[in-house]
């Protein structure tokens, strides 16, 4: 019998980590079902508001993920209401099998070089 890839629980999914002496809140929904997308993304303002305004670092890896409307609207509602505590913001996702002109994964930052969270 093939054991399936293990995959991380809801609890890991949503950590903080340091990376040169920076404090950084991983939202891994990598490979979620929109369900968990939504679920997860509610949960990041429980993270977020804990910090000092304006101080916080936050890595998003969309890599494989799925979404519907209410996902958008959960992830949507959530940016607003964590904006205030947000310092710097990047999004990792993978690109279609059909666009290798930049490699296999995109970078989509708000204040990052792509050095820095690549």
Not at 18 to 26: M, V, Y
Not at 41 to 58: M, N, W
Request: hydrophobic content about 30%; glycine content about 6%; proline content about 5%.
């Amino acid at each position: 019998m093939i054991k399936q890839r293990e995959r991380p629980n809801m609890d890991d999914r949503l950590r903080f980590f340091e990376h040169e002496g920076h404090r950084i809140l991983l939202v891994d929904l990598s490979h979620c079902t929109a369900r968990e997308v939504e679920e997860i993304t509610r949960r990041v303002p429980d993270y977020v508001t804990t910090q000092p305004l304006g101080s916080t670092l936050i890595l998003t890896d969309f890599g494989g993920a799925s979404f519907d409307r209410d996902t958008l609207i959960a992830m949507k509602e959530t940016a607003v209401f964590d904006k205030p505590y947000v310092k710097k913001s990047a999004l990792f996702f993978k690109t279609s099998p059909n666009n290798r002109r930049r490699g296999n994964r995109e970078p989509y930052h708000r204040g990052w070089r792509c050095e820095e969270v690549c």
